[in-house]
């Protein structure tokens, strides 16, 4: 038995979607039949093996949906704005872009599908809100929420920059020693028996075992240079992002980060059907075994299970955040999600207030052993 996606249309022609399990196509269509639907689309589940990251919007894309947005509030047609925009981009090379578009909804189109007609600048999550927000009618509304998760996507992240100064803390490290065992130690060895000078021990014996430190450095070079082509591969990626999920300190926070951005794509798709919202989150959590996880809690939550159930189940959230959603009901779901958001902000600063403090631990840890080093090199001429 297989899992089947399938969207379908009621006598009344409002669009239904949900997912049947069974032995093939023609099966569930006919299942869906007999209940009165008219079937447009089935998809059988494929196995969650896989995931793409979602590739991040341009400035240049965002700032014309802000500029669209500011051009809205003063009155003017979605038409009329994408022509003054196309009309301010013409060197940028934007203007056939957008006058594409505006052609598209000049045709009949709505603004997000026109817009997936340039895929190369707006993605489909994109896409998929502004087509929610104009057939519910508020699509200046869905625009300006929009507009803000998109900036927000483009800030600086407080817990991405401290891993980032943690790893640049440690690749820096790794290269000033090898500089130091590989060039400057031997050179200062050759200078104390130029000058009959007694080298010191520790260095002295550091560089008797620079052969093998030499050959150690060249398989260590080519296993790196093997690992980040075996990164393109996307179940090796998946397995590593595993692996640093279940390293302490990192493990943590690389959930708290992955629990905000999800928190804030489901405040931001809340329009959406939550098949379809959970399927545009996954590619954008920022670490694949958490956008796989999210997968196969989606795979759940077509089968019937509660979204609270398949988070858990998936640890995607902390336990508060999976009782807000247990306790949310109809329409207080996007006051939730903005509690949600909340708490996982509060998680993740939290997080990033510990990230710093380690990576000034290990600043500091660096500073002073360059300072033992350069002391220890000039311990021979000391009176």
């Known amino acids: 038995m297989s899992l089947f996606h399938w969207q379908a249309l009621t006598a009344a022609g409002e669009p239904r979607q949900g997912a049947l399990t069974g032995e093939s196509e023609v099966q569930v269509i006919d299942a869906l039949r007999r209940q009165g639907l008219r079937v447009t689309t089935v998809r059988r589940e494929l196995g969650v093996t896989e995931l793409t990251p979602a590739r991040a919007m341009s400035t240049a894309a965002v700032a014309v949906l802000r500029e669209l947005l500011a051009l809205r509030r003063v009155g003017l047609g979605v038409p009329t704005a994408l022509g003054r925009l196309a009309e301010l981009r013409e060197a940028s090379g934007l203007d056939i872009e957008l006058a594409l578009v505006r052609r598209a909804i000049e045709a009949g189109q709505a603004l997000g599908e026109a817009l997936a007609r340039v895929p190369q600048r707006f993605d489909d999550l994109s896409c998929a809100v502004l087509v929610a927000g104009e057939r519910r009618g508020e699509l200046d509304v ?56 007694a080298a010191p021990r520790p260095l002295a014996g550091a560089v ?124 207080e779901r996007a006051a939730v999600l903005t509690v949600l958001v909340d708490i996982c902000e509060a998680a993740a600063d939290e997080h990033a207030r510990r990230i710093r403090q380690l990576a000034r631990t290990l600043q500091v840890v660096s500073a002073v052993a360059i300072v033992l080093g350069l002391g220890l090199l000039l311990a021979p001429f000391q009176p």
């Open 208 to 331: 008797a075992l620079l052969p093998g430190l030499r050959w150690f450095a060249a398989v260590a070079a080519l296993l790196g240079l093997g690992l980040a082509a075996a990164l393109r591969t996307p179940r090796l990626r998946a397995r590593l992002d595993a692996l640093a999920l279940r390293l302490p300190g990192l493990g943590p926070a690389l959930r708290a980060q992955g629990a905000l951005r999800l928190a804030r794509l489901l405040a931001l798709l809340v329009d959406l059907p939550l098949l379809t919202a959970l399927e545009l989150s996954a590619p954008r959590l920022g670490n694949h075994a958490l956008g796989l996880a999210l997968l196969r809690a989606r795979t759940l939550v077509a089968q019937g299970v509660e979204l609270p159930a398949a988070l858990a189940d998936a640890q995607l959230l902390p336990a508060l955040a999976l009782e807000l959603l247990r306790v949310a009901e109809g329409g």
């Open 142 to 197: 869905a625009l300006a929420r929009l507009v803000d998760h998109l900036e927000r996507s483009h800030r600086r992240d407080p817990l991405a920059a401290g891993l980032r100064r943690i790893s640049w803390t440690v690749v820096g490290a790794v290269l000033v020693t090898a500089i130091v065992l590989g060039l400057v130690a031997p050179a200062a060895l050759n200078l104390y028996a130029h000058l009959g000078v």
